[in-house]
Nanobody
Framework: QVQPVESGGGLVQAGGSLTLSCSVS?????????VAWYRQAPGKEREVIAT????????HYTDSMRGRFTIYRNYHENRAFLHMNGLKFEDTAIYSC?????????WGQGTQVAVSS
């Protein structure tokens, strides 16, 4: 069973950019695996940002996330990424990736993103 591992979080000034990475330990992304990025801000429910299908790279975004967030994958590095620009204070959250493989969903521990105003 693969275990997603996120990295790339940190502290960034408002207006800045950050790219998060999602890899898997114990395996690789394969076929029609679906990678999703989520975030959960303090005191709020977890919300989905975007998804990408590993083999064909097809992407879907939650409407409110469209524009400042870009999900993509590097097939050869076996990583999925979330690029964020124009960051705002309200983007402060724990960002997590999940991998859905053969109807089984595995979650990473998340990476903290803090945006200073």
């Amino acid at each position: 069973q693969v275990q997603p591992v996120e990295s790339g979080g940190g502290l960034v000034q408002a207006g800045g950019s950050l790219t998060l990475s999602c890899s898997v330990s114990g395996g690789t992304f394969v076929g029609d695996d679906m990678v999703a990025w989520y975030r959960q801000a303090p005191g709020k429910e977890r919300e989905v940002i975007a998804t990408i299908t590993w083999d064909d790279g097809s992407r879907h975004y939650t409407d409110s996330m469209r524009g400042r967030f870009t999900i993509y994958r590097n097939y050869h590095e076996n990583r999925a990424f979330l690029h964020m620009n124009g960051l705002k204070f309200e983007d402060t959250a724990i960002y997590s990736c999940s991998v859905k493989s053969d109807s089984v969903v595995c979650w990473g521990q998340g990476t903290q993103v803090a945006v200073s105003s």
